[in-house]
Every structure is written in structure tokens, then in C-alpha cells.
T-cell receptor, first 118, second 112 residues
Framework: AQKITQTQPGMFVQEKEAVTLDCTYDTSDQSYGLFWYKQPSSGEMIFLIYQGSYDEQNATEGRYSLNFQKARKSANLVISASQLGDSAMYFC???????????????FGTGTRLQVTL | ETGVTQTPRHLVMGMTNKKSLKCEQHLGHNAMYWYKQSAKKPLELMFVYNFKEQTENNSVPSRFSPECPNSSHLFLHLHTLQPEDSALYLC???????????FGSGTQLSVL
């Protein structure tokens, strides 16, 4: 079974509007971490936001927020006030088990391509 | 931060060739990673190095051979590859006290 599921292959949003990118995950661990990365056409993956499984508040980083619903095992990314530069692939990822403080082993989803239009 | 550099950006090789991908990080990180990104598939973790020691080999075929001579450099040596090995190969690094991965722009590999 897939550990990370992103059901939206592509999304369109108008500039200045908000958009939600879906992510569901599957793990039996109590301790885990959830991440979102952005990959523009240049290829480089860029870290956006992190949510720990024990964090009670939803994570926010500027225009990015993570809508964490633990019981539903979902970790949706919300981008507010979309900009043309937000057009990219977006990947949800998970680290299962507690972080050991050495290397970060992540499992990624298949990604969602977001296109911001005028 | 764009402190992870990968070369070459593009590589075309025949199945009998031997080539190497290079990754260099200028961030002072202690962990380095190779990921494979194929079309319409999730990123696959291939290898992890922590303080130059390999800590993860994710059942990668032996035609891929990693080398980490120091904490700043990571190589992926390729030989007798198959067409299905064509993909974007991404290098990443991280520091032990943070889970944030910093990626390079990748090497787009085509195997003919």
C-alpha cells in the first residue's frame, strides 16, 4: 500500500486565490513527521513546511499552512494568495518513527502539479 | 539556500558506458542522499550517507555504486545501466539537528 497518497495530479488556481493540495498518509507509528516540498521546473526540491505528529497546532510558514487532521490521516497544504511563482510540482512526504538526529529518511508521494493563472 | 551542486545537469549514455554523477554541498551538512525521480512515480530513496558512512542502501541494483569520500562530496558511479534507469537523480544533504533536506537541481539521465 502507498504510504503517501496525493490524489490530484494537477490543479489550477487563479492568482491571489487560495488553493488546497491534498495529502493522505498511512502509518502505524505514533511518532512521525510530515513535510511538503516544492519542485519548480529547475528541478531543485525546496522545503516548505513541517508538521510533527505530536504538534497540536497546524504548522504555518508565511503563505503556507498545513491542515493536519490526525484522525483522518491527512496533511493538506494550503497556499494563500497564490502567485505566478507558485506554479510547480508539490510533494508531500513522511518520516515514520521518531527522528534519530542523524539522517532524514522520507517517503514521498507522486506529487501535484499546480498551475497559477492570471 | 542553493548550496547543493550537481554535475552534470544532463547525461546521455549507452548501456555499456561507465559514467559518474557528482554532488557537492557547501552547507557544512553531515548527511547526504541520492534519490531517483522517475516520471509519475514517487521519489525513491537510494542511498544515505552519514558522516561518510553508508547508512542506507534501499535495495539498489549493483550497477549503481555510491561513493562518499568526505562529508561534502557524493558520487554515484554508473555502469551497464538499463533504459529503465533513465530518470532525474537528485542529491540532497541535511544537518543532524534538522530534518530539512536541501536538494540539488538534479542530473537528468537518459540511457539509450
Amino acid at each position: 500500500a502507498q504510504k503517501i497518497t496525493q490524489t490530484q495530479p494537477g490543479m489550477f488556481v487563479q492568482e491571489k486565490e487560495a488553493v488546497t493540495l491534498d495529502c493522505t498518509y498511512d502509518t502505524s507509528d505514533q511518532s512521525y513527521g510530515l513535510f511538503w516540498y516544492k519542485q519548480p521546473s529547475s528541478g531543485e526540491m525546496i522545503f516548505l513546511i513541517y508538521q510533527g505528529s505530536y504538534d497540536e497546532q497546524n504548522a504555518t510558514e508565511g503563505r503556507y499552512s498545513l491542515n493536519f487532521q490526525k484522525a483522518r490521516k491527512s496533511a493538506n497544504l494550503v497556499i494563500s494568495a497564490s502567485q505566478l511563482g507558485d506554479s510547480a510540482m508539490y510533494f508531500c512526504a513522511m518520516r515514520e518513527g521518531p527522528y534519530t538526529g542523524t539522517a532524514s529518511k522520507l517517503t514521498f508521494g507522486t506529487g501535484t502539479r499546480l498551475q497559477v493563472t492570471l | 539556500e542553493t548550496g547543493v551542486t550537481q554535475t552534470p545537469r544532463h547525461l546521455v549514455m549507452g548501456m555499456t558506458n561507465k559514467k559518474s554523477l557528482k554532488c557537492e554541498q557547501h552547507l557544512g551538512h553531515n548527511a547526504m542522499y541520492w534519490y531517483k525521480q522517475s516520471a509519475k512515480k514517487p521519489l525513491e530513496l537510494m542511498f544515505v550517507y552519514n558522516f561518510k558512512e553508508q547508512t542506507e542502501n534501499n535495495s539498489v541494483p549493483s550497477r549503481f555504486s555510491p561513493e562518499c569520500p568526505n562529508s561534502s562530496h557524493l558520487f554515484l558511479h554508473l555502469h551497464t545501466l538499463q533504459p529503465e534507469d533513465s530518470a532525474l537523480y537528485l542529491c540532497a544533504s541535511s544537518q543532524g539537528d534538522s530534518e530539512k533536506l536541501f536538494f540539488g537541481s538534479g542530473t537528468q539521465l537518459s540511457v539509450l
